[in-house]
């Protein structure tokens, strides 16, 4: 299964490479096995994302940038609205990245 590197970027996958960095800098992992664990994060994230999460969010805002490139969309909303069912946010940026997941069974 191909997955895309997105996830990384977040919080928690930020905090995860840094610490596979500090056990391989202190030679409790190996730098094999450091990637082994950010491929499956990547597999797992992807597949968590997919089956648990069903809620929707509408977003509204002023769109600032966009771009295309390696079929990657990339837009910056500024003074964005993020309204759910159970919730309803006013935000100063967003950033979202968005991938067709039709590559990923290619």
């Known amino acids: 299964m191909a997955t895309f590197e997105l996830y990384r970027r977040s919080t928690i996958g930020m905090c ?3 610490t596979l960095d500090e056990m391989v800098s202190s030679g409790v992992l190996s730098p094999e096995l450091a990637i082994q664990v ?5 597999k797992s994230m992807t597949e968590a994302l997919e089956s648990q999460v069903k809620s ?3 977003i509204k805002g002023h769109l600032h940038t966009y771009r295309f ?3 990657v ?9 993020l309204k759910s069912e159970d919730f309803q946010e006013n935000v100063g ?4 990245v968005a991938c067709d ?3 990923l069974t290619q």
Not at 38 to 42: G, P
Not at 73 to 80: G, M
Not at 93 to 96: E, M
């Open 101 to 103: 997941s039709k590559l």
């Open 16 to 18: 995860l490479t840094e």
């Open 73 to 81: 969309w990339t837009f910056i909303l500024q003074d964005a609205q």
């Open 38 to 42: 950010l491929v499956q994060f990547d």
């Open 69 to 71: 490139c390696d079929n």
């Open 93 to 96: 940026h967003v950033k979202i």
């Open 56 to 58: 929707k969010v509408s």
